[in-house]
Every structure is written in structure tokens, then in C-alpha cells.
């Protein structure tokens, strides 16, 4: 067990190195491990506390960019890529909490830089607002994901 703590925090660690952006687009990062019959062994749960001084920098930083939506667009897109990869080590409930905090994030923030890329992230809070998802079972977080997915598309 030990041996697979370890190797948790190593690959998390891999992971937010590759990828750092995701994470602090949303809030927390998380990683489920599971016994190879399916049983989930434990989480990772990794989440930061930004300061008001931290979020007056990364406003006024997200709003000189006016590029900010297409480029949480396509971290989005990347994000629901990897989760849908069969042996991916993300559920389709950590995937929708990545993607929900990210187009919340950037309806509340940033500049969405036309009508295109503003009417992707509407449509997204909009299919997130108010789900409870961690409530959704198995069959209605995929229902949800892939209508996600689908739009993310466009």
C-alpha cells in the first residue's frame, strides 16, 4: 500500500508539472486509485487558497489577454480528451469538476473574445449550474461528459 501512495503522489506530481495551468484554472486536483478489482483504494486531493492580492494580479493579468477564452477553450478540450482515453486515470465526475470550474472561471473573468467562444463557455455553466456531481451516478456523469465533450467540439 505504501508503494502505491508513493507512486500516487509521484504521478500527481508528473501530472501538475505537464500540466500546471489545469490546475490552477480550477481549484483543486484530484486523483482516485483504485485495486485492480475496481475498488477504490483512496484520493488525492489537492486544492489552493488563493489571496485577494492573488486574485486582484490574476484579474487584472486575464484581462490584458485578450486571447484568455480560446486559450481555456482549448486547455478544455485537451482536458476532456485525456478523460475520455479508455484507461484514463480521471472519472468522468473528476472531468466535469475540471471543466464546470474552468467555464465558470472564464465567464466570470476573462475577456471571452467573441461571440463564438463566449456562447461555448454560456452553454457549458449552463449544462453544469446547479448539477450536483458527485450525486450523478455512473450512466448520467457519461451522459453529461459527453455533452460536454460534444460542445467543446464545436
Do not use: N, Y
Not at 500500500?1 to 506530481?13: D, I, N, P, S
Not at 500540466?19 to 475498488?39: C, H, I, K, L
Not at 483504494?41 to 489537492?46: D, I, K, M, S
Not at 478523460?83 to 476573462?110: C, N, R, Y
Amino acid at each position: 500500500m505504501q508503494e502505491a501512495q508513493v507512486e500516487a503522489v509521484r504521478t500527481l506530481g508528473e501530472l501538475l508539472r505537464d500540466d500546471g495551468v489545469a490546475f490552477w484554472s480550477s481549484a483543486e486536483a484530484r486523483m482516485t486509485v483504485s485495486s485492480p478489482q475496481g475498488e477504490i483504494l483512496f484520493q488525492l486531493v489537492l486544492s489552493s487558497i488563493g489571496t485577494s492580492a492573488l486574485a486582484a494580479l490574476v484579474r487584472d493579468e486575464r484581462r490584458e489577454d485578450p486571447s484568455a477564452c480560446r486559450k481555456a477553450l482549448g486547455e478544455m478540450r485537451e482536458i476532456a480528451a485525456a478523460a475520455a482515453l479508455q484507461d484514463s486515470p480521471m472519472t468522468d465526475q473528476e472531468g466535469l469538476h475540471t471543466l464546470a470550474a474552468i467555464a465558470a472561471w472564464v465567464q466570470a473573468e476573462a475577456p471571452t473574445d467573441g461571440a463564438a467562444c463566449g456562447a461555448v463557455i454560456d452553454l457549458l455553466v449552463d449544462l453544469t449550474a446547479g448539477v450536483d456531481i458527485d450525486a450523478l451516478d455512473d450512466a448520467q456523469a457519461m451522459k453529461l461528459f459527453r455533452r460536454i465533450e460534444k460542445s467543446l467540439a464545436v
